[in-house]
């Protein structure tokens, strides 16, 4: 007898999504920062016809359904039940007490105008006290703090916040996204292994244990879907894994995708596809917001670093190519100017070979704005993990990765870095849900029937 295990195909049947019913709860920490401020602002605006939302997978994307000679391609929006925009609710922390309006008008990023047209609505919303420790983010120093004795304590106070948030809002559903700053470079520890262990940590006051890492727990906690937009570690260990599956909690992060990574991930899968070699690539940028003003601190800068260089690894598999990608030097810098703002500027040259091994060069200038890019990460991310929360999927949430720098995967599993393949496995993710056949761009049928 066989004792094979006869692998479970996978079901176009359509899966069940609870509707979109009511307000759903957008919880921000680092609500007063540009990335946070500028999606606020950015939904409000939208919402009172100021603008568009360039850069919204969920809001201008389109998705194709069975082939070509078929000619349907609704909006994504049209074709998966999606919350509307009108019926997210904002709440969040931060080390500074400004609140939406203030803060936006400081980050500099959308202009002054536009700001005083949402100024009544963004007035009405103001951060909570924060979790935070300069041993963590050592450059800021913000005074609009939670105390606790234990890290335990400041997690209680944390999901007491988000329960007292739905109640007096309510709001039917929660996500949160983390939008503050990059901490410390921190490894996995055993303190991470199991939930005892973790809420052990948190009780004991734990080193390992950074204030993101408290935000996930309680949002796990209050049974909000979880997204880590900084590259620091956070709900990516295994006891917050193991908390998110137990109470079918989604998780998706880490490190939102937007400016010269971006561009590796469109550049580098383009050069592999030809076969084309690689013996460098050298990325450096200039900034001046608060991320800049953080990632100037050599440890946390070593977070960041982390994680934008793991990605030409693993785009690129030098194992699987190694005459092509062996011996590729990778460098990364990123230097804090203040002048520039949220106006980053990102320079890479890449030194490539082709055939006989003869050498060329790509040189790439990015002047690109954070968080014009990141804003519209945060909304698809909201949207979608809500979707998944409400089809019932839980833990790690691969097919998000499109988003990220550092994606989450499961454990045996390579992340995939490479934007195309991220957005075919999003979209085909789509119509796995809504049971609509999966494409594989084969195209074989259509020759066959002529």
């Avoid at 007898?1 to 069940?16: P, Q």
């Avoid at 490894?187 to 408290?214: C, R, T, W």
């Avoid at 946390?300 to 690129?316: A, G, N, Q």
Wanted: proline content about 5%; charged content about 25%.
């Amino acid at each position: 007898m066989s004792t094979t295990k006869k692998k479970k195909s996978i079901s176009t049947k359509k899966k069940r999504i609870a509707p979109p019913k009511g307000k759903l709860g957008v919880l921000l920490p680092g609500m007063s920062g540009a990335v946070s401020t500028t999606f606020i602002a950015g939904v409000e605006a939208i919402k009172k016809g100021l603008g568009k939302p360039v850069g919204s997978l969920t809001q201008m994307g389109r998705i194709r359904l069975g082939k070509r000679t078929d000619k349907k391609s609704p909006l994504i929006k049209e074709f998966i039940p999606l919350c509307e925009l009108d019926d997210l609710v904002f709440a969040g922390w931060d080390i500074y007490k400004d609140d939406c309006y203030e803060a936006c008008l400081k980050a500099g990023v959308l202009e002054k105008e536009l700001v005083e047209e949402l100024k009544d609505t963004l007035k009405q919303t103001s951060p909570m006290p924060a979790v935070f420790s300069r041993k963590y983010v050592k450059n800021l120093n913000g005074k609009h703090l939670k105390s606790g004795k234990t890290k335990m304590d400041l997690a209680r106070q944390l999901i007491g916040d988000i329960k007292n948030f739905k109640k007096q809002s309510g709001v039917d559903r929660l996500v949160m996204v983390w939008c503050g700053s990059t901490e410390v470079y921190i490894q996995a520890a055993a303190v991470h292994s199991s939930i005892k262990s973790f809420e052990d940590g948190l009780k004991n006051n734990h080193p390992s244990i950074a204030p993101s890492m408290i935000y996930a727990y309680a949002a796990i906690k209050c049974g909000a879907a979880y997204a880590n937009g900084a590259p620091n570690l956070s709900a990516d260990v295994p006891a917050l894994i193991k908390l998110a599956k137990k109470n079918n909690v989604p998780l998706a992060g880490k490190d939102f995708k937007t400016g010269q990574t971006l561009m590796k991930t469109i550049l580098g899968p383009g050069l592999k596809s030809r076969m084309i070699g690689l013996s460098g690539w050298f990325s450096t940028n200039i900034l001046g917001n608060r991320d800049g003003e953080v990632l100037d601190d050599p440890y946390s800068f070593k977070t960041k670093e982390e994680s934008k260089l793991s990605v030409l690894e693993h785009l690129f598999q030098p194992d699987l190519y190694p005459d092509l990608y062996s011996d590729v030097y990778h460098k990364v810098r990123i230097n804090y100017y203040p002048p520039r703002g949220d106006a980053k500027e990102a320079w890479d040259n890449i030194d490539i070979f082709g055939w006989l091994g003869y050498p060329m060069q790509i040189k790439v200038n990015f002047l690109c704005r954070d968080s014009i890019l990141a804003a519209p990460i945060v909304l698809d991310l909201v949207l979608f993990l809500d979707l998944a929360q409400r089809t019932g999927f839980d833990g790690i949430q691969e097919w998000l990765s499109f988003y990220f720098k550092s994606p989450m995967y499961a454990e045996g599993l390579y992340p995939e870095h490479d934007v195309f393949i991220q957005l075919m496995k999003l979209k085909n993710t789509l119509r796995y849900i809504k049971g609509e056949e999966l494409i594989t761009h084969l195209g074989l049928d259509y020759y066959n029937l002529m």
